[in-house]
Each structure stands twice: as C-alpha cells, then as structure tokens.
C-alpha cells in the first residue's frame, strides 16, 4: 500500500494512490487498485500483464490524455 487505504475483508491487494486520496475496498483481494491523478486502474493480480491491452483501448477512445 502506498498512499490512503482502508480496507475490510482485504486481502492480497496493491493499492497506490495520489496524496490526499483515501482508496477503501470492502471484501475483495488480489486485486491491483492504481488511483493517480484523473484515472485509476482496477486490475486482478493474474492479469497485470495484460495492462498494454487496457493502455491501446484507452488511447483508441481518443482518452490518451488520462495516460
């Protein structure tokens, strides 16, 4: 964890926020949870290496700006 977090039945997670922004999660785990600027990101642990796919999705909905 790095950044606010609060979390209730968690287990397993990597939450990274911005400074100043609380993240809570409520019974979930092995979850991945980037919160930075505009965007956050909300992964399964087993897919974090598929996270190129979600890049080129956002950047073909012209949301780039949010990278």
Do not use: M, P, W, Y
């Not at 397993?12 to 809570?24: E, I, M, P, R, Y």
């Not at 949870?33 to 996270?51: F, P």
């Amino acid at each position: 964890v790095q950044g606010l977090h609060v979390g209730v039945d968690t287990a397993g997670c990597v939450v990274v926020s911005d400074a100043g922004h609380l993240v809570g999660t409520l019974g979930v785990d092995n979850l991945i949870v980037i919160q930075s600027g505009d965007a956050t990101l909300v992964a399964t642990k087993d897919r974090e290496g598929e996270v190129k796919k979600l890049v080129d999705a956002i950047k073909a909905a012209g949301l780039g700006r949010f990278l």
